[in-house]
Nanobody, 125 residues
Framework: QVQLVESGGGTVQAGGSLRLSCAASGYTSSTYCMGWFRQAPGKQREGVAAIDHDGSTFYTDSVKGRFAISQDKTKNTLFLQTNSLKPEDSAMYYC???????????????????WGQGTQVTVSS
């Protein structure tokens, strides 16, 4: 069973940065698709960034140029570097994983079947 544990959230002022981490365990030698998602109160969960099995990255338009997704496969850890944070970036951030079965679902949350508990990011103006 894959387990994901996020960390690195917190409260920062607008313009600040945070580096979110997601430690994964329970992996076999199979390849996984990974992504970061966020959900603010009263809003739907949205895809923020995703990384394909071949290292290709995808970002939602609102974070392009500010956020960067990366992974350290040797440590089974996924990262999200968030820069130039805005109040509208405030949300619970989740990492998610799905076994690669010929394609990765990118930013769609509906096809990921492993989720962490989330880490809160709050950006004050």
């Amino acid at each position: 069973q894959v387990q994901l544990v996020e960390s690195g959230g917190g409260t920062v002022q607008a313009g600040g940065s945070l580096r979110l981490s997601c430690a994964a365990s329970g992996y076999t030698s199979s390849t996984y698709c990974m992504g970061w998602f966020r959900q603010a109160p009263g809003k739907q969960r949205e895809g923020v960034a995703a990384i394909d099995h071949d290292g290709s990255t995808f970002y939602t338009d609102s974070v392009k140029g500010r956020f960067a997704i990366s992974q350290d496969k040797t440590k089974n850890t996924l990262f999200l570097q968030t820069n130039s944070l805005k109040p509208e970036d405030s949300a619970m951030y989740y990492c998610a994983a799905r076994l690669w079965v010929g394609y990765c679902p990118g930013l769609s949350p509906y096809e990921y079947n492993y989720w962490g508990q989330g880490t809160q990011v709050t950006v004050s103006s």
